[in-house]
């Protein structure tokens, strides 16, 4: 097959053209977080392949987990699962041709920032309360 | 030399070499992963500081260690299709691309076998 001809054609404006917008940085924030979560799980099958091996290495992976670095980790796994899965409903949303309306746009982008922060801390409240 | 005209050899395909399969998987696996992570999520915190036989004892349960299976499925499968996208978006070399599109589909892989051998094994007890 041959190539096809470059043509010197005009390029879009492309982001740093733009001012950023809440909806914009919203948008890059979902590929952040998928990206963050992708490599986090490795975190989830280290923790159950160490439960399946013995009781030392799991109290060791456990040591790693509520260790104050491991928790810090693991806060912001969290947000970013939260923030992803917002993000997605938002997509789906989307997806069946509702909430294109630029107010409810610019609502849902605030409602998914401010929810995930919230959930993210009812969570970790949840989470100290069954183990402090 | 193909005997096939340029139309012919690129019909249906889009940048990623396949049509709407991609799209409509990444969606099955989004909506699957409403009620899967937060089953996952809800073992997790309830499992919070356990001692290994509480989690070996809690797989014990078929539906336990089924819905986490199907939520590694649904999960991973989610994960790999994203990063195919992410991979197709920022990658430009064509080796290097193909070598990410690989490594990706090798990283979600031996996450999930690795996942299920501990869950099979501990929920089978043996």
């Not at chain 1, 097959?1 to 733009?18: D, F, G, N, T, W």
């Not at chain 1, 923030?83 to 610019?106: I, K, N, P, Q, Y």
């Not at chain 2, 001692?51 to 299976?69: D, K, W, Y």
């Amino acid at each position: 097959m041959p190539e096809p001809k470059s043509a010197a054609r005009p390029l879009s404006p492309h982001l740093q053209i733009y001012r950023p917008m809440l909806t914009m940085m919203m948008s890059i924030m979902h590929r952040i977080t998928g990206v963050g979560l992708y490599f986090g799980m490795v975190l989830l099958v280290w923790w159950f392949t160490a439960a399946a091996v013995s009781d030392g290495y799991f109290e060791l992976v456990q040591g790693f987990f509520f260790h104050w670095f491991g928790r810090l980790v693991l806060f912001g796994f969290t947000w970013a699962l939260i923030h992803h899965a917002l993000g997605g409903l938002r997509h789906l949303l989307w997806d069946t041709g509702r909430g294109f309306d630029l107010r409810v746009v610019e609502w849902l982008a605030r409602v998914n920032l401010a929810g995930s922060i919230i959930l993210t801390v009812i969570v970790w409240v949840i989470g100290y309360g069954v183990k402090p | 030399m193909s005997m096939r005209t340029p139309y012919k050899q690129t019909e249906g395909l889009g940048s990623a070499k396949s049509g709407t399969g991609h799209f409509w998987q990444q969606r099955m696996t989004a909506v699957a992963n409403i009620p899967l992570v937060l089953f996952l999520a809800y073992f997790l915190i309830r499992h919070l500081g356990a001692a290994r036989g509480e989690i070996v004892a809690s797989l014990q349960n078929p539906f336990t260690a089924i819905f986490l299976v199907l939520a590694l499925v649904s999960i991973l499968w989610h994960m790999r299709l994203g990063m195919q996208t992410v991979i197709e978006d920022y990658v430009h070399g064509h080796g290097l691309r193909l070598a990410c599109l690989m490594l990706n589909g090798f990283f979600t892989t031996a996450l999930g076998v690795a996942a299920f051998y501990a869950i099979f094994k501990m929920s089978f007890g043996v």
